[in-house]
């Protein structure tokens, strides 16, 4: 069965240095999307990415976060210069359509900042 | 403000019972609802969806009912098993393209 998969699975970084998250979503999905977790807490929407394009974005995603489609396969997340609040689990998700479509997430990313 | 949230953020449950993970929205304009089962460790995984025009839509073992009048949404689990136990949210979304999750209910599961 297809998934999305993501990775690094777990990273550790300084405050004020970017990362870079990866996902692949699955294949012959159009739509792509970024979700956080900070622990213990619910998962909250930061972009959604359609057509090349940011479609929808939230109050956290900032001038710091950035989405890229850098080839046919790949959907990254960059974070510019973190911060400590920037610990969380990120989650990657795709559907085929939009949002009232279902969406399959990632097993995600632990980020860590120091 | 949150638009979504969980009336209880712990439910246990006695294995074989059924279960019922309760969740009110205040967005009116919201027009489709999902029910997501986390493990720990994992991604949210898709569990049942229900579109605001329905009141009621049942899957292998999980209904969801909806009542718009009040704003309510619940996710029914028959027959409650261990591997039942997870984090539950409910999300919803309003025509435009993010999804807006609630905080989570914990479901224990007793032998």
């Known amino acids: 069965e297809p998934e999305v998969t993501q990775t690094p699975s777990h990273q550790v970084t300084q405050m004020g240095q970017e990362v870079i998250l990866r996902c692949v979503p699955i294949?012959?999905?159009?739509?792509f999307y970024w979700y956080r977790q900070i622990l213990g807490q619910k998962v909250e929407f930061l972009v959604s990415f359609y057509n090349n394009e940011i479609s929808e974005k939230s109050e956290i995603f900032d001038d710091q976060f950035s989405v890229e489609r850098p080839d046919g396969s790949n959907f990254t997340l960059k974070i510019r210069s973190t911060k400590l609040e920037d610990s969380a689990m990120y989650f990657c998700?795709?559907?085929?359509?939009?949002?009232?479509?279902?969406?399959?997430f990632g097993p995600g990313t632990r980020l860590l900042v120091l | 403000g949150e638009s979504v949230g969980l009336h209880l953020p712990t439910l246990s449950v006695q294995e074989g019972d059924n279960s019922i993970i309760n969740c009110a929205y205040s967005n009116s304009a919201s027009d489709y609802f999902i029910w997501y089962k986390q493990e720990s460790g994992k991604g949210p995984q898709f569990i049942i969806d229900?579109?605001?025009?329905?009141d009621k839509r049942q899957g292998q073992r999980v209904t969801v009912l909806l009542n718009k009048t009040v704003k309510h949404l619940s996710l029914q689990i028959a027959a409650t098993q261990p591997g039942d136990s997870a984090v539950y949210f409910c999300a919803e979304n309003n025509r435009d393209d993010k999804i807006i999750f609630g905080k989570g209910t914990r479901l224990h599961i007793l032998p």
């Open positions: 294949s012959n999905h159009l739509y």
């Open positions: 229900i579109r605001s025009n329905m």
């Open positions: 998700a795709s559907s085929i359509q939009g949002p009232q479509e279902t969406q399959y």
